[in-house]
Structure formats: structure tokens, C-alpha cells
């Protein structure tokens, strides 16, 4: 079987002077989350749907059982298992543009047919709901989000949620939320997820509270598709890994702190944000992100946004995503969630060179 390249994960290995390419917040260092880290520590397997601990803390933070959870190897390998677990060749996948294109390729390497659906930019990134409900039939199989979403930083509401998951229980859809950002939300409300649909899976991580090294997601999800993606878990990972697994626990058990951490890193670095859009709002138009540490601008030229980009790390050394990495042109996602100062820095040299190829 053949694959397309990851295009976003093989730019952002890019080397820069300044690194906004990203999509989270300031790493946290072992010692904030494990001050002492035993040495007697066995390097061996755990149970490989996760420790009753880590699943007890997940279960909680979305109010389910324990087992409705399985442990996987980060956000990616809780969508790859979903993926492969879900879908049959020919089914119907649908999934909102602009997205973390991680999940596409993979649908199309399965034989499954992508659908993409526009979340409407002039209304805050917001999800159509009518379009979906004219274009979802009982062949689709899969609606795929993310909430909230990655790169806008839009949020959908309970209702809107609540209506998703009752168009797809009519077609006998599953909804499958990409949940990597809670915790990031500006208001401090979880996202809605659509756990409490028969046909409702959640994936997730510690990825984004500041710890992407562990390696360490879930999904959530009925029983029984828990107990599938177990199965297809042993021909994958088989087991995530086991000091991460330890670090995750300390972290969930202890999550409050560091989401308020991060919360102040992202408030900050919003108003030093805010601040250069004004300044700027004739080179660049954004809906304010309610959650994550991205914006998503449109800048105003012609030049498409993978040659923006590579030009901006040419003759700048600031390190952006492209906006056509994620299905929309001339549009760049810049982390937020970086230090204070890398952050200002950045967006100083954004502007100058912006101001630069306008002239």
C-alpha cells in the first residue's frame, strides 16, 4: 500500500532561528512533574490497555468508566487505531477542512473515500451543519473533528455537538472527536466531546498539557469498540510506553496545575498577539481563537502559502506552518504557546518581511 508524505511533520524538522511552526504550548521539564524519578524503575511492559491508574484519571476528566478507555502511543496512534479499527474500503469518511491532516492519508490508504467538509471562516471557523446534514447518507461511515479544532482554535458547543452525533445516529455514523487540545480552552470549559453517544469515540493526549516526550494518549469510547481497537492495539505498539505511562499519571493526577500553567502561558502570549494584529490588521485578517495555542491569520498577497513559508525561514529564520498543509491557502498557523519572548520576536520579523514582499 502506498502513502502520501506528511507534509507538516516533515517541515516542521526544519531548522529556524525561531520555531512557531508548532501547535503547543512551552514544554515542561521532568522535574516539574516527576521531581524524583526512582532509578529502581523496571523497563518493562504494563498491561498494554493501560495502567488502572491512568485509565481511572482519563475516565474521569470525561466522566466515564475506566472501561471506556484504552491507553495508546499518543494522539496518533489513538486515531490510527480508530482508523483501522472503524473502516472498511469504500465507506464514507468525512472530515472538516482546515484540519491536522494526520488521519487523511491514512483513511485513503485504507480505500475509504474522503469527504471534506469547510468550516465557515467569515463565522469564527464554525461548523455548517446544514451541509453535513444534506451530504451525510448511509454510506458514511465516520465523521471526523477536532474540538478544539487544530489549527483555528475554534470550539464547538454542546448543541452543536449534540446535533453532529444525532445526524450521524440517524445514517448509523460513528463521530470520532479529536480531543488533543483540552485543557487549552480560554475559558477554562472542556470542548464538547461526543462521549455520551452510543457511537461517540474520543481521542486524546498529554501531548498538549506540555508533555509530548512520554508519548502517552487514549481513546474513549463504548466498551466494545475499546475492546476492538485493543485488539488491533497488540498488532500496532502492543504496549505504549512504560515510564511515560508513570509520568502521565503524576501529571493527570496533578493536571490542574499544569492547566493552569499553560492557560497563563497562552493568556500572555494571546495579548502579545493581539497586540501585533492590531498593528498589522492591513497585512492580515483572524478569528480569535477560543482554545489552543495557534492563530490562524489570512495574509493579504498572492504568494502561495508553502512559498510564504519558505521564504519567511529563508530570509527571516521564523519557522510557520503552511496554511495549504491543512487544506487552506494563504492562510499560516503560528504557535502561540512558545515563550514570551521567542513569540514577540517572531511576529516582529512576520511583519517585516510581510511589510517587504507587499512593497
Not at 15 to 25: C, N, P, R, T, Y
Not at 240 to 245: K, L, M
Not at 286 to 311: D, I, Q
Given at each position: 500500500?502506498?502513502?502520501?508524505?506528511?507534509?507538516?511533520?516533515?517541515?516542521?524538522?526544519?531548522?529556524?532561528?525561531?520555531?512557531?511552526?508548532?501547535?503547543?504550548?512551552?514544554?515542561?521539564?521532568?522535574?516539574?512533574?516527576?521531581?524524583?524519578?526512582?532509578?529502581?524503575?523496571?523497563?518493562?511492559?504494563?498491561?498494554?490497555?493501560?495502567?488502572?491508574?491512568?485509565?481511572?484519571?482519563?475516565?474521569?476528566?470525561?466522566?466515564?468508566?475506566?472501561?471506556?478507555?484504552?491507553?495508546?502511543?499518543?494522539?496518533?496512534?489513538?486515531?490510527?487505531?480508530?482508523?483501522?479499527?472503524?473502516?472498511?474500503?469504500?465507506?464514507?469518511?468525512?472530515?472538516?477542512?482546515?484540519?491536522?491532516?494526520?488521519?487523511?492519508?491514512?483513511?485513503?490508504?485504507l480505500g475509504a473515500k474522503v469527504k471534506p467538509f469547510h468550516l465557515v471562516e467569515e463565522k469564527g471557523w464554525a461548523l455548517d451543519l446544514e451541509e453535513l446534514k444534506l451530504r451525510m447518507n448511509r454510506r458514511t461511515k465516520l465523521v471526523f473533528l477536532d474540538n478544539p479544532n487544530n489549527p483555528?482554535?475554534?470550539?464547538?458547543?454542546?448543541?452543536?455537538?449534540?446535533?453532529?452525533?444525532?445526524?450521524?445516529?440517524?445514517?448509523?455514523?460513528?463521530?470520532?472527536?479529536?480531543?488533543?487540545?483540552?485543557?487549552?480552552?480560554?475559558?477554562?470549559?472542556?470542548?464538547?466531546?461526543?462521549?455520551?453517544?452510543?457511537?461517540?469515540?474520543?481521542?486524546?493526549?498529554?501531548?498538549?498539557?506540555?508533555?509530548?516526550?512520554?508519548?502517552?494518549?487514549?481513546?474513549?469510547?463504548?466498551?466494545?469498540?475499546?475492546?476492538?481497537?485493543?485488539?488491533?492495539?497488540?498488532?500496532?505498539?502492543?504496549?505504549?510506553?512504560?515510564?511515560?505511562?508513570?509520568?502521565?499519571?503524576?501529571?493527570?493526577?496533578?493536571?490542574?496545575?499544569?492547566?493552569?500553567?499553560?492557560?497563563?502561558?497562552?493568556?500572555?502570549?494571546?495579548?502579545?498577539?493581539?497586540?501585533?494584529?492590531?498593528?498589522?490588521?492591513?497585512?492580515?485578517?483572524?478569528?480569535?481563537?477560543?482554545?489552543?495555542?495557534?492563530?490562524?491569520?489570512?495574509?493579504?498577497?498572492?504568494?502561495?502559502?508553502?512559498?510564504?513559508?519558505?521564504?519567511?525561514?529563508?530570509?527571516?529564520?521564523?519557522?510557520?506552518?503552511?496554511?495549504?498543509?491543512?487544506?487552506?491557502?494563504?492562510?499560516?498557523?503560528?504557535?502561540?504557546?512558545?515563550?514570551?519572548?521567542?513569540?514577540?520576536?517572531?511576529?516582529?520579523?512576520?511583519?517585516?518581511?510581510?511589510?517587504?514582499?507587499?512593497?
Amino acid at each position: 500500500m502506498k502513502i502520501d508524505p506528511f507534509r507538516l511533520e516533515r517541515w516542521l524538522l526544519e531548522k529556524a532561528e525561531i520555531d512557531l511552526g508548532g501547535g503547543g504550548v512551552a514544554k515542561l521539564q521532568l522535574r516539574e512533574v516527576v521531581p524524583q524519578f526512582s532509578g529502581e524503575t523496571q523497563l518493562r511492559y504494563g498491561r498494554t490497555c493501560g495502567s488502572d491508574a491512568l485509565r481511572g484519571l482519563v475516565a474521569e476528566w470525561y466522566g466515564v468508566e475506566a472501561e471506556n478507555v484504552l491507553i495508546t502511543s499518543g494522539t496518533s496512534e489513538a486515531n490510527l487505531l480508530v482508523n483501522l479499527t472503524l473502516l472498511e474500503p469504500g465507506d464514507e469518511y468525512f472530515t472538516e477542512v482546515p484540519q491536522y491532516e494526520q488521519t487523511t492519508a491514512f483513511v485513503r490508504m485504507l480505500g475509504a473515500k474522503v469527504k471534506p467538509f469547510h468550516l465557515v471562516e467569515e463565522k469564527g471557523w464554525a461548523l455548517d451543519l446544514e451541509e453535513l446534514k444534506l451530504r451525510m447518507n448511509r454510506r458514511t461511515k465516520l465523521v471526523f473533528l477536532d474540538n478544539p479544532n487544530n489549527p483555528t482554535g475554534a470550539v464547538m458547543s454542546q448543541s452543536e455537538m449534540q446535533a453532529l452525533c444525532e445526524m450521524a445516529e440517524r445514517v448509523g455514523a460513528y463521530v470520532h472527536c479529536d480531543n488533543a487540545l483540552r485543557g487549552s480552552e480560554a475559558d477554562g470549559k472542556p470542548a464538547a466531546t461526543p462521549e455520551f453517544y452510543e457511537r461517540g469515540v474520543v481521542t486524546g493526549s498529554i501531548s498538549k498539557l506540555g508533555a509530548t516526550s512520554p508519548r502517552i494518549g487514549w481513546i474513549v469510547a463504548d466498551k466494545e469498540v475499546i475492546e476492538r481497537c485493543w485488539v488491533m492495539k497488540d498488532y500496532t505498539t502492543l504496549s505504549h510506553c512504560g515510564i511515560g505511562e508513570g509520568i502521565a499519571e503524576r501529571l493527570m493526577a496533578n493536571r490542574a496545575r499544569y492547566l493552569k500553567r499553560n492557560l497563563t502561558i497562552r493568556q500572555a502570549n494571546a495579548a502579545t498577539w493581539g497586540a501585533w494584529y492590531k498593528e498589522n490588521s492591513d497585512l492580515v485578517t483572524c478569528a480569535e481563537p477560543a482554545a489552543g495555542f495557534t492563530v490562524f491569520p489570512k495574509y493579504r498577497n498572492r504568494l502561495g502559502s508553502t512559498k510564504f513559508s519558505e521564504r519567511l525561514l529563508k530570509e527571516e529564520g521564523v519557522l510557520v506552518s503552511p496554511g495549504d498543509q491543512f487544506g487552506v491557502e494563504r492562510h499560516l498557523r503560528i504557535n502561540i504557546g512558545a515563550k514570551g519572548e521567542t513569540l514577540g520576536d517572531g511576529l516582529e520579523r512576520i511583519g517585516r518581511f510581510m511589510r517587504r514582499i507587499l512593497k
